[in-house]
């Protein structure tokens, strides 16, 4: 399997923290966003290698971070090329110039590097071997009115088939929220470059998941334990304040 971690963000809405620092280089418990990632990713079995597609601005900040991190497997730090929001590729679009410039032939992981979580990817992991089958790892966030700022996954009870999956929605139909964490077995990856060439949105992955419900088998694994989403300067300090490696 392989692992692609999209940062060629400019999280705007974190300055003046991330006027000159990736928000996925910012510290929380004495270690940055991605190196708790990392940990985590780590932890799975036959990873063959990760790519992180940062954009122009940040790409020696991570080309750096990585050459003084101490990796368990072959860690690659991509250049999308884009200087700011106005020519940035989008989430979807940073994936597929990683699965086209690694030529990414094989079980795909895509997490985003903007997730901070204390639990093991494991039971998602052998959730996704079980089905193999796109596998979106979800949160049950409790609040409509949070939900409504997220991606919202309804899966059925039983089976845990997506049944429906919408951005940000005005009347969300669940509080299950995306984690922005992706299993993609090996003939799925194709779907990605698919909606790229339909004129799918780029911003997003939630998109193409919206696209493939009630197309595609596509599953929703919930975990329960904490999740932060690092979108706000509130939210990165609840993070530095609860958050447990």
């Known amino acids: 399997m392989q ?17 000159d620092k990736p928000k996925a280089l910012l510290d929380v418990k004495g270690k940055t966003i991605l190196e708790h990632i990392l940990k985590r990713i780590e932890d799975l079995p036959n990873i063959s290698s990760i790519s992180i597609v940062s954009n122009a601005k940040f790409f020696s900040h991570f080309d750096d971070f990585v050459k003084g991190y101490n990796a368990k497997v072959s860690i690659n730090v991509l250049n999308d090329g884009t200087t700011s929001n106005d020519d940035r590729l989008g989430q979807i679009g940073d994936i597929q110039l990683a699965i086209e410039e690694q030529g990414i032939n094989e079980d795909l992981l895509l997490i985003s590097g903007d997730n901070l979580f204390n639990f093991s990817l494991m039971p998602a992991y052998n959730f996704f071997k079980e089905k193999n089958a796109i596998v979106n790892a979800l949160y049950d966030i409790k609040d409509l009115e949070a939900a409504k ?3 919202v996954m309804s899966i059925d009870p039983v089976s845990s088939i997506v049944t429906d999956f919408e951005e940000k929605p005005v009347e ?9 964490i992706y299993f993609f077995p090996k003939d799925s990856v194709k779907e990605i470059k698919a909606f790229l060439d339909r004129g799918g949105k780029p911003d997003k992955i939630g998109y193409l998941m919206a696209e493939l419900t ?3 088998a596509l599953f ?7 999740w932060f989403d690092i979108g706000v300067p509130i939210a990165l300090e609840k993070a530095r304040n609860e958050f447990e490696p």
């Open 172 to 180: 969300p139909k669940s509080t299950n929220v995306s984690l922005g």
């Open 214 to 216: 009630g197309k595609k």
């Open 149 to 151: 700022e997220l991606g």
């Open 3 to 19: 692992v692609i971690i999209p940062v060629a963000g400019y999280a705007t809405r974190l300055f003046p923290l991330t006027k």
């Open 220 to 226: 929703g694994f919930v975990y329960e334990q904490k």
